[in-house]
């Protein structure tokens, strides 16, 4: 993920408690039908995870920083279906492969991690209650 030591200590709990939260929401069949596919599941998630919630350090803003260019802490109830340029109009909904999501989920849909962490497990189908 590229984030520096300073910002985050190798020995930070926070790696630890990402990744038990990564392997409580990242369904068990991936571990099963193809292992490597849920071992990026995990990461993704738990990147995620940290992205997300993860605390700066006194005197540092990294994860600050990147919540910011994300617009992680910013609330959108869904994804933006269409767009016009002379009023500056814009449309929020929920399509059909995203309908099933729920406020965590579409959170994660903020950051490159969870964005791929939802890409695969959306690939096992409605097994977790994606479509």
Do not use: C
């Amino acid at each position: 993920m590229g984030i520096p030591t300073v910002a985050l200590a190798d020995n930070d709990p926070g790696y630890a408690y990402a990744f038990q939260i990564a392997l409580d929401l990242v369904p068990l069949d991936f571990s099963t039908a193809s292992p490597d596919i849920y071992t990026l599941t995990v990461y993704n998630w738990g990147g995620s995870q940290l992205l997300q919630f993860q605390q700066d350090y006194a005197g540092q803003t990294w994860f600050a920083s990147a919540r910011a260019s994300y617009g992680i802490n910013s609330f959108v109830a869904g994804v933006i279906n269409s767009a016009a340029d002379s009023s500056t109009s814009e449309s929020l909904t929920v399509g059909k492969g995203l309908s099933n999501l729920s406020l965590i989920d579409l959170q994660r849909l903020k950051d490159p991690y969870g964005r791929q962490a939802l890409a695969w497990m959306q690939t096992i189908g409605t097994l977790w209650g994606l479509t």
